[in-house]
């Protein structure tokens, strides 16, 4: 789950990933409670109303963190969010899953508890209250339980923070490097130009030398033209 919120650094999508990290846990406790769930039938009714209501936000905050991770500009960046909305999607698919046997349980549960009650009456009665003190128990066990799990998620939210600081500090030396890059292919570009020009030089500066050495031979020969065949 780390990876997801490491993928940007961008405050939306660390907030998007805590909500969904949150209806999560909001719908594993809820789903407890329904699986006991004592009855009546009002009542898991009103329990399923709440993790129906619980269930579209966590669908519409993995849509959410889709549409971003197809924004996303980096490939890498991109296809660790999409990776996140799936196992993100997969645990929704594992919590209604739980959620159907815990209805199942929790109906059965009630059914046989009626059932119960019009048998052994009286009995019933304190079996309820047995029933009851074991629930509790049962409910603080689960409430420790999820507090534990609540500390696990903490813990990983603030590694998916670290690792989206590396990440952020990663790119930013790539910015750097790629910068110091373009500074050295202009340097790279204007050495070129200095060279090419030095090379015309020195080739104009050769042909004037060249035209300089040929006027002289020239003068040379006819000086001496005139002083050994004044005649011609």
């Known amino acids: 789950m780390a990876a997801a919120a490491a993928a940007t650094g961008s405050v939306p999508v660390r907030v998007c990933y805590q909500e969904i990290v949150k209806f ?4 594993k406790a809820a789903v407890q409670d329904i699986r006991d769930c004592p009855g009546p039938l009002s009542a898991l009714t009103e329990l399923n109303a709440a993790v129906k209501e619980k269930f579209r936000h966590l669908r519409g905050r993995i849509q959410e963190l889709e549409q971003m991770a197809r924004e996303q500009d980096k490939e890498s960046e991109k296809q660790a969010l999409l990776q996140e909305v799936e196992n993100h999607k997969k645990q929704m698919l594992s919590n209604q899953a739980a959620w159907r046997k815990a209805n199942l349980a929790c109906k059965i549960a009630i059914d046989n508890s009626e059932k119960d009650q019009l048998l052994q009456g009286r009995d019933s009665l304190r079996q309820r209250k047995t029933t009851k003190e074991s629930l509790a ?4 066990n689960i409430t420790e339980s999820l507090m534990s ?3 696990m998620m903490s813990q990983q939210v603030q590694q998916s923070e670290e690792t989206v600081q ?7 030396t790539i910015l750097e490097a790629n910068e110091e890059f373009k500074s050295m292919s202009g340097t ?3 050495g070129r130009k200095l ?3 030095y090379n015309r030089r020195e080739l104009t500066d050769k042909l004037l030398i060249f035209l300089a050495l040929a006027l002289f031979l020239a003068t040379v020969l006819y000086i001496l033209k005139k002083r050994l065949f004044p005649f011609l």
């Open 24 to 27: 999560d846990l909001e719908i």
């Open 137 to 140: 128990e049962s409910a603080s």
């Open 149 to 151: 799990i609540s500390r």
């Open 166 to 172: 590396t990440l952020a500090n990663s790119s930013r």
């Open 188 to 190: 790279i570009q204007l």
């Open 195 to 197: 060279i090419t020009k």
